[in-house]
């Protein structure tokens, strides 16, 4: 995705884009993206893990982006962005949008067993009491987190970006696969925007982080098979899927998600599998162990949170970006 150009130069007295350590280097593109300075931040901890912080420069009256996903660690990174958003609203910013590439406790948003939590929910409350006022999320795992909040929610997609990945390749006999039931919504855009067939991987999960395929629906013989997910954690679900795409006789299998969680023995599995690709957003950094890993591919979503960022500061449409 090219690089935005504002519509016209933003003051950097009016608009400030700050960065926790989860993802600085996302940050630092964003702002290059908007030819702006990232917020001056001193964060150090104490001698038993406590946060130390201190923004470094005067943000009274200003229109603030705190750039932070709440990955791995998640509690750390979580109670950092609260922490930093809590001195910019007692230090009396005009407004603070948390711009979360990658939201932590996403799968946990519904009471699907008895006596668990609504983790989603107690997060937004979390962001929320914080001091964020507006919401950018990046390809939530479900569209209904959206609700779980009292504030404006931008929730933005990964999809543009892999269709202009995928769109030049004119890969032949390509059907686009969802890996399971919950995500057609999500392949079928995609599915849609390459003019390519839509099928479904029939899957049972038995209990979190394992997975049982059942069966393929659609043709996928001698087709050259792209498995679409918001994000790939253990890869149990990745790896099962192309395996059964492949006994489906499909000729090929690749995949795409936004965000690489890669936990426990994800990497492996992705080397060891017969897939040939795996694309993912910067979201979340890769691990270094990931960056080895020669089937693994990133691409920036930092001009695209640019763009959405410059359009709330300057109050125009976000809903262009969808496309």
Not at 16 to 31: M, T, Y
Not at 48 to 74: H, K, M, S, Y
Not at 231 to 252: M, N, P, Q, R, W
Request: proline content about 6%; glycine content about 6%.
């Amino acid at each position: 995705m090219a690089a935005p150009k504002p519509v016209r130069a933003m003051n950097p007295d009016r608009i400030k884009i700050f960065s926790g350590s989860a993802n600085p280097r996302l940050a630092a593109e964003i702002c290059e993206n908007l030819a702006l300075e990232s917020g001056q931040v001193k964060l150090k901890r104490f001698s038993d893990g406590e946060i130390n912080l201190q923004v470094l420069e005067n943000v009274r009256g200003a229109d603030c982006f705190v750039v932070q996903p709440t990955c791995t660690p998640v509690d750390s990174n979580l109670l950092e962005l609260c922490v930093l958003m809590d001195a910019l609203k007692r230090a009396s910013a005009e407004r603070i949008t948390a711009v979360l590439p990658y939201y932590g406790y996403g799968r946990q948003d519904r009471k699907d067993k008895p006596r668990v939590p609504i983790s989603a929910k107690l997060v937004a409350s979390f962001l929320e009491t914080a001091g964020a006022n507006r919401i950018m999320a990046l390809d939530l795992h479900a569209a209904q987190i959206q609700g779980f909040f009292d504030v404006p929610v931008d929730h933005l997609y990964f999809r543009p970006v892999i269709v202009e990945y995928y769109k030049p390749q004119n890969i032949p006999n390509l059907t686009v696969v969802s890996p399971d039931a919950g995500g057609v919504e999500r392949a079928r855009s995609v599915a849609k925007r390459l003019n390519a067939p839509l099928a479904i991987v029939d899957k049972r999960r038995e209990e979190a982080n394992v997975a049982e395929v059942m069966n393929v629906i659609g043709d996928v013989e001698g087709q050259n098979c792209l498995m679409i997910d918001d994000l790939i954690d253990t890869a149990g679900t990745l790896v099962k899927g192309a395996e059964a795409l492949l006994e489906f006789g499909a000729a090929s299998v690749t995949a795409c998600a936004t965000h690489a969680v890669l936990s426990g023995p994800a990497i492996e599995r992705i080397t060891d599998s017969p897939i040939k690709e795996v694309v993912f957003s910067n979201s979340i950094p890769l691990s270094d162990a990931a960056k080895r890993c020669g089937r693994i591919r990133s691409l920036s979503v930092a001009p695209l949170l640019a763009r959405a960022i410059q359009s709330i500061h300057e109050e125009t449409s976000v809903s262009r970006l969808f496309e």
